[in-house]
């Protein structure tokens, strides 16, 4: 929604995920309707629509989800005529890591990812949370080549540089992921971490 609102292009976006045949489901797909998305949904009818619960106390929020039908998006979604139009005719790709915890996440994300490098198209990603760089790390290591934008917070960050051995504060473990080897030479990786009300680190090839 936030890329649509920046483009000020109707349609110049989309969204790829899974949902079940429900009322939640289209719910989903009003939303990005609204917001001038245009979804590009696989479509279950084994499980329902995933739900998330949110908890707020004053400056703090948890969040406890119930994947259901967002576990089920199939890599024959990505792979079909309609979807690959819609990859094709993209310029810039974002993926958050969650994605990477689906049986077909994997191969549907370094499906599209390798598109990217090999037509000169902008990959980016996003860590997002620190039990994915935990449990998900081989998966999240086999996208960062062709990764033009990684993305990510002060804890994810500092687990980042902790899992390979990096000495030296988010800074510097910034400047060693922006300097990772990339399939694609055509642009230099950029490295931004939040840190929440403190200055945002960027780091650009090393």
Not at 46 to 64: F, N, Y
Not at 77 to 99: D, R
Request: contains cysteine; negative net charge.
């Amino acid at each position: 929604r936030i890329a649509q609102w920046m483009s000020q292009s109707p349609g110049a976006t989309a969204y790829i995920g899974s949902i079940g045949k429900d009322e939640f489901g289209s719910t989903l797909k009003k939303a990005c309707e609204g917001a001038g998305v245009k979804p590009y949904y696989y479509e279950t009818d084994e499980k329902p629509t995933g739900v998330c619960a949110v908890v707020i106390v004053d400056k703090e929020r948890s969040l406890c989800t119930k994947l259901e039908a967002a576990n089920e998006y199939k890599h024959t979604h990505t792979v079909s005529e309609e979807i690959q139009q819609v990859i094709n005719k993209a310029q810039i790709y974002y993926s958050a890591s969650f994605f990477l915890t689906l049986p077909d996440g994997p191969e549907s994300a370094l499906a599209v990812a390798k598109h990217a490098a090999e037509n000169d198209k902008i990959y980016c990603m996003n860590l997002s949370a620190e039990f994915l760089i935990d449990y998900f790390g081989e998966q999240i290591s086999k996208l960062l080549p062709y990764s033009d934008f990684v993305f990510g917070n002060e804890s994810e960050a500092a687990l980042f540089g902790k899992k390979r051995g990096w000495e030296g504060d988010l800074t510097e473990i910034a400047l060693k992921l922006s300097a990772l080897p990339k399939e694609s030479g055509s642009r230099p990786r950029v490295v931004v971490f939040s840190q929440g009300a403190e200055a945002t680190i960027v780091a650009v090839n090393g």
